[in-house]
């Protein structure tokens, strides 16, 4: 381990990041450097989407990318989605859809969905899925996610706002 220092700005703030190594992953720095714990090293691989996070406006397998290289760019985890005590509607939604399983796939499958609805405000069952096939959860079907996603849609199309 070396001792490089480097600041990300992570969910509006500036963080410093202390002893790590230049090729450390953005998810080992989050996690293990920085305290957030939401992103999850499930694969850590690219193949499951648990680790996913917003750089700079796109999402990213946190896994496959270096900490050192996000330096400059916003970083948004799972934890800066909506302010702490208050959800943000895609996880309102998921709640109430009955979406929210393990919680290992949950913080990459909200951060889809948040990355699918900025793009298209009213996604067909088809963009859902495909949005979707990037996150594999292996407790139970996908049903009630795209219930939640759909839910959310309408809610915003009613004039409602994340």
């Keep these: ?3 490089e220092v480097f600041t990300l700005r992570v969910n509006g703030t500036d963080r410093e990041v202390k002893d790590s190594w230049l090729g450390e992953s953005l998810l080992d720095v989050l996690r293990d450097r920085i305290g957030l714990m939401g992103a999850k090293g499930a694969c850590t691989q690219g193949e499951c989407g648990s680790c996913s996070v917003m750089v700079d ?3 990213v397998c946190s896994c496959l990318v270096m ?3 996000a330096t400059g760019q916003e970083i948004v985890t799972i934890e ?3 302010p702490v005590g208050s959800p943000s509607d895609v996880q309102q939604a998921f709640v109430d859809a009955g979406a929210v399983q ?3 796939c949950t913080p990459g499958l909200v951060m889809a969905v948040h990355d699918l609805l900025e793009r298209t405000e009213t996604p067909t069952d088809t963009e859902i899925r495909e949005e979707l096939s990037g996150n594999i959860c292996r407790c139970t079907g996908y049903g009630r996610i795209i219930d939640a996603v759909q839910q959310v849609a309408v809610t915003r199309s009613n004039g409602a706002t994340s």
């Design 102 to 104: 393990c919680g290992f």
């Design 67 to 69: 900490a050192a290289t």
């Design 57 to 59: 406006g796109e999402l």
């Design 80 to 82: 800066g989605v909506a």
């Design 1 to 3: 381990m070396s001792n």
